[in-house]
């Protein structure tokens, strides 16, 4: 956490930002932040001492030539700090909604909780028109302003794959949404009817991946549904 000195301001921006674009590299860092490489590297190494990010792993066959640049994302406990200081509570609540009214009153709460942040942002999403790109990055900015830290990558360009991944770098509910799944399920469903097509959700932090991923189509299968391999270990349907 920062405790007010510039030079912890500074990290903690560091932090928020290997959060919300994660897997990142210095480079990408110092350009986005407007820092040199080497006060980068210098709150790199702090945060990976302080165990709060760690360098990630790129998948098998992603790898171009020659030695990666390196990048790095939040561990749990980078993660952590992030989170809602009632958690716990709200965990107790939920477990005890579940076991004297059933989970159904768990999903109906869930639902209930992710219309009132659907109903929050929708004006946001409808200001950007119709164009559906245009309404993604709206959707990735409204969620940022709500505590989500948003952003966006295309996927697929020139391909009958070509859409846009929104990733989430922080979750508000995160502890509870890894014990209530329906959280995760009710907020890929508001993001589909924001936006007006079909989506996927490919990742969740609640699943102990580094980043929340939802694929969004913009090529010709925005008619319906498309199969993309989850990152979770299952194919999205």
Do not use: W
């Not at 004297?100 to 929708?122: D, Y």
């Not at 209530?180 to 490919?202: K, M, N, W």
């Not at 549904?225 to 194919?235: C, F, L, Q, Y």
């Amino acid at each position: 956490m920062a405790d007010g000195t510039p030079e912890s301001r500074t990290r903690d921006r560091v932090r928020r930002a290997i959060g919300e674009r994660g897997p990142i590299s210095a480079r990408d860092l110092a350009d986005l932040l407007g820092l040199t490489p080497a006060a980068v590297r210098r709150h790199l190494d702090a945060l990976e001492e302080g165990e709060l990010i760690i360098e990630h792993e790129a998948a098998p066959g992603r790898r171009g030539r020659g030695r990666p640049a390196r990048s790095f994302v939040l561990t749990e406990r980078g993660q952590e700090q992030m989170s809602n200081t009632y958690d716990d509570v709200a965990t107790a609540a939920l477990k005890f909604l579940a076991e004297h009214s059933g989970e159904s009153a768990v999903e109906a709460f869930a639902e209930e909780q992710i219309h009132a942040l659907e109903q929050r942002i929708r004006g946001s999403v409808e200001a950007a028109g119709d164009d559906l790109v245009a309404r993604i990055e709206a959707l990735s900015e409204a969620l940022s302003a709500e505590g989500f830290a948003a952003s966006t990558r295309p996927v697929g360009q020139g391909t009958g794959l070509a859409g846009i991944q929104l990733c989430q770098g922080h979750c508000p509910v995160r502890n509870v949404a890894t014990e209530f799944r329906q959280f995760c399920d009710a907020e890929t469903e508001a993001i589909s009817r924001l936006l007006g097509v079909h989506v996927q959700r490919l990742a969740t932090l609640a699943g102990g991946e580094h980043v929340c991923t939802t694929y969004i189509p913009t090529g010709a299968l925005t008619e319906g549904p498309v199969v993309v391999e989850s990152t979770e270990g299952r194919s999205m349907r």
